[in-house]
């Protein structure tokens, strides 16, 4: 379980499809032991080796299919956020790290001192659980969505989101990843259950 909050931005060293689908990817992030978890662009991933403070990872079809991890390249800037301790605060909100689908960045403009960055879901029945003032993470990040279309909903960014994640690298036309806040996800299940 994570916030939402990054804690700091890595760079993907390599990144290595495997013929059955799923890939190997080393980022240089922070020291961690083998067997902890971290998410990366908000995909949860357990560390499989590590040497200082590269770690590897094991992406399964799967996580490749529903995420941008695949689209990832050597170089290329990902967000980091280790999960909750008991002790933690909770500064954005419950973030699991289980990527619903991706959306592309079809528009970033300037407003005062914000970003307003308008997204387009590749797959539209996610919509159902995106509405305005509605806690949304983009990449990992936890952030409020302001409008809300038929395929599209729009974020305002504060400069310090904008200079601690990976958002200012990105580019019209890019794929990011995608969490919907888990409530509206119970709810719409268990709905059918308590109607007449």
């Known amino acids: 379980m994570f916030t939402g909050i990054i804690e700091a931005v890595g760079a993907v060293e390599s990144i290595q499809i495997h013929s059955d689908g799923g890939a190997r990817i080393a980022v240089r992030a922070f020291p961690m032991a083998v067997g ?90 996610y919509m159902r659980y995106i509405v305005p003032k509605g806690s949304i993470a983009i990449d990992g990040i936890s952030l409020t969505v302001v409008e809300a279309g038929s395929d599209w909903f729009t974020v305002w960014i504060i400069p310090h989101t904008w200079a601690v994640t990976n958002l200012a690298h990105r580019q019209i036309g890019e794929r990011v990843n995608l969490e919907t806040d888990i409530l509206a996800r119970y709810v719409e299940r268990l709905l059918p259950a308590v109607r007449p």
Do not use: W
């Open 36 to 125: 902890e978890s971290l998410a990366v662009n908000g995909v949860c991933l357990t560390v499989q080796r590590a040497e200082g403070d590269l770690l590897y990872f094991d992406a399964v079809s799967e996580t490749l299919r529903r995420t941008n991890l695949g689209d990832l390249k050597a170089g290329d800037c990902v967000n980091l956020e280790r999960p909750l301790t008991a002790e933690s605060r909770i500064g954005g909100h419950f973030v699991q790290g289980h990527v619903d689908t991706t959306a592309r960045l079809i528009e970033i403009r300037e407003e005062g001192n914000a970003r307003v960055l308008k997204l387009q879901l590749e797959n539209a029945a």
